[in-house]
Antibody, heavy 118, light 109 residues
Framework: EVQLVESGGGLVQPGGSLRLSCAVSGFSFTDYSMNWVRQAPGKGLEWVSYIRKSGNTISYADSVKGRFTISRDSAKNSVYLQMNSLRAEDTALYYC???????????WGQGTLVTVSS | EIVLTQSPGTLSLSPGERATLSCRASQSVSSSYLAWYQQKPGQAPRLLIYGASSRATGVPDRFSGSGSGTDFTLTISRLEPEDFAVYYCQQYGSSPLWTFGQGTKVEIK
């Protein structure tokens, strides 16, 4: 069974940092690229970041470029999102999702909540 | 930057009725890279349709997708109680790499 489990969310002050983790199981992690997608409370879905299965191609939404860093560790079957200089508008439920070749996201975790507030 | 606009924002229908959801792109999208998702309250999104018209594994055949270029449609032929949810379209490939529509809520009338 494919599983994606996010962790690391919490309450942080503006300007602070958090590191999100997504541990995957049930499939060959090195065969798939991964995304982070977020959803602000009561709002729609917003793509945040992408990392290719090889780790050598990375992309970010303009809203987080320069502040967030995505990475992956094949030994731990995990993908990470380092979030720095957090702002109130980064408050959201953060999902990791598996990327298929056609760009669709076929498996999602349950999300980890990030709240940026003083 | 590509923008996906979904309409209507809310669709009020009764079980058994047909639902037609629209997704319009601000510029042409490859059909290969257009997907639809269903999200229920408190749950993660679920992939329904990929490649504009292919059903994901386990998706009932009452769900169908169609369209090309800038106009795409998700149709639910006969609404079941479990189909009342929010639906999102998504494109891949244009800047930004992934874009989602703002969602259409299908609610019980």
């Amino acid at each position: 069974e494919v599983q994606l489990v996010e962790s690391g969310g919490g309450l942080v002050q503006p300007g602070g940092s958090l590191r999100l983790s997504c541990a995957v199981s049930g499939f060959s992690f090195t065969d798939y690229s991964m995304n982070w997608v977020r959803q602000a409370p009561g709002k729609g879905l917003e793509w945040v970041s992408y990392i290719r299965k090889s780790g050598n191609t990375i992309s970010y939404a303009d809203s987080v470029k320069g502040r967030f860093t995505i990475s992956r560790d094949s030994a731990k079957n995990s993908v990470y999102l380092q979030m720095n200089s957090l702002r109130a508008e980064d408050t959201a439920l953060y999902y990791c999702a598996r990327v298929r070749g056609s760009g669709d996201l076929d498996y999602w975790g349950q999300g980890t909540l990030v709240t940026v507030s003083s | 930057e590509i923008v996906l606009t979904q309409s209507p924002g809310t669709l009020s229908l009764s079980p058994g009725e047909r639902a037609t959801l629209s997704c319009r792109a601000s510029q042409s999208v490859s059909s290969s890279y257009l997907a639809w998702y269903q999200q229920k309250p408190g749950q993660a999104p679920r992939l329904l349709i990929y490649g504009a018209s292919s059903r994901a594994t386990g998706v009932p055949d009452r769900f169908s997708g169609s369209g090309s270029g800038t106009d795409f449609t998700l149709t639910i032929s006969r609404l079941e109680p479990e189909d009342f949810a929010v639906y999102y379209c998504q494109q891949y490939g244009s800047s930004p790499l992934w874009t989602f529509g703002q969602g259409t809520k299908v609610e019980i009338k």
